[in-house]
């Protein structure tokens, strides 16, 4: 189950990661008005992603993703808020605000398990 994990939030993480150079305007859109440096942040998001799906597939610096991953997706949660408050589509794709909101709970499950990843 340990492995499946890994490699389910190795893949989500490339791709995000990806995703972030890929679609970089519609990332940019959910950084918080009050932020700068929009593009900075959505580029070095998208590394740090791209690092944690790499480490995760790889099966190298497990430890190092565990214990670091919940705090980076901690320190993106106010990027989901903000595209719940401000109902932005999600790239091209206007959702339900329903949704919007939804996916925040999401967001504590994630956490909960990238803190079972090397356990």
């Known amino acids: 189950m340990k ?3 890994r490699l389910l939030y190795g893949v989500g993480f490339l791709f995000a990661g990806i995703a972030h150079f890929k679609r970089s305007k ?3 859109a959910i950084v918080p008005a009050v932020l ?3 593009k900075a942040i959505v580029a070095i ?11 995760l597939l790889l099966n ?17 949660f106010p990027a989901n808020v903000y595209m719940a408050v ?3 589509p ?15 709970p999401l967001q504590w ?11």
């Open 26 to 28: 519609g990332f940019e």
């Open 60 to 76: 190298r610096g497990t430890t190092f993703v565990t214990k670091t991953l919940p705090g980076f997706l901690t320190a993106v």
């Open 45 to 55: 998001s998208g590394v740090i992603e791209i690092v944690y799906g790499v480490l």
């Open 36 to 38: 700068p440096f929009k």
């Open 109 to 119: 499950l994630l956490i909960k398990g990238a803190k079972k990843i090397d356990s």
């Open 90 to 104: 999600l790239g091209d794709k206007k959702l339900p605000v329903w949704a919007l909101w939804g996916r925040l």
């Open 3 to 5: 492995t499946v994990l």
């Open 86 to 88: 401000k109902n932005i």
